[in-house]
């Protein structure tokens, strides 16, 4: 599996329809939630396997804070450690910048995944687009 950037606009589509099928089409989130304010300058990341697009994800820069937003993997790719090869070169990419720790809001479900990389949550329960979450972090060397 290759993990980059996404830099042409077909780079950025494809991060989008993997985006789509979990979170819209597989979790009922809705369309305008999904796709915020922020996808216009955020980074977006998308992974390859054979040429297809499997799994996605945003970072946004945030003064001293990397914050990695829309995590996923295509449902048939799942459990076979592609999640956790997107987040360790999620981490790559912002460990380039200035940053001091990364946070993301993870599904209550996942909480298990992002833990296995070395998260800890540092918020009560909580619902966003109708899911629960919690708040997550991790401090960069
Ligand atoms: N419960 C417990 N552990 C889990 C888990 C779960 N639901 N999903 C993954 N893990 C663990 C794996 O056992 C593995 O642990 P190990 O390294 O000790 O073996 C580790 O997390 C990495 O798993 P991996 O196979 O790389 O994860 P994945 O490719 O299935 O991706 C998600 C994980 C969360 C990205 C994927 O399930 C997904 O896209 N879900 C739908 C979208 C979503 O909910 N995204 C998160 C939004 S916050």
Same mark, same amino acid.
């Given at each position: ?23 819209? *089409? /597989? ?5 305008? !939630?999904?796709?915020? =304010? ?6 977006? %990341?998308?992974? $390859? ?41 999620? *981490? /790559? ?5 200035? !940053?001091?720790?990364? =946070? ?6 996942? %909480?298990?995944? $992002? ?27």
């Amino acid at each position: 599996m290759k993990v980059i950037k996404a830099s042409t606009n077909q780079e950025i589509l494809d991060a989008f329809s993997v985006r789509d099928r979990v979170f819209i *089409e /597989e979790q009922g989130v809705d369309p305008k !939630i999904e796709h915020d =304010q922020y996808d216009e300058s955020a980074i977006h %990341i998308v992974s $390859y396997l054979n040429e297809q697009p499997i799994g996605a994800a945003r970072i946004r820069l945030i003064d001293e804070q990397g914050k990695i937003q829309r995590v996923a993997i295509l449902k048939p790719f799942r459990n076979q450690g592609y999640g956790k090869k997107l987040m360790i070169a999620l *981490e /790559e990419i912002i460990a380039q910048h200035e !940053i001091q720790s990364i =946070q993301l809001n993870a599904q209550t479900h996942a %909480i298990p995944f $992002y833990e296995s990389i070395g998260f800890e949550i540092n918020s009560r329960p909580f619902y966003e687009a109708g899911i629960e979450h919690v708040s997550m972090n991790k401090k960069l060397n």
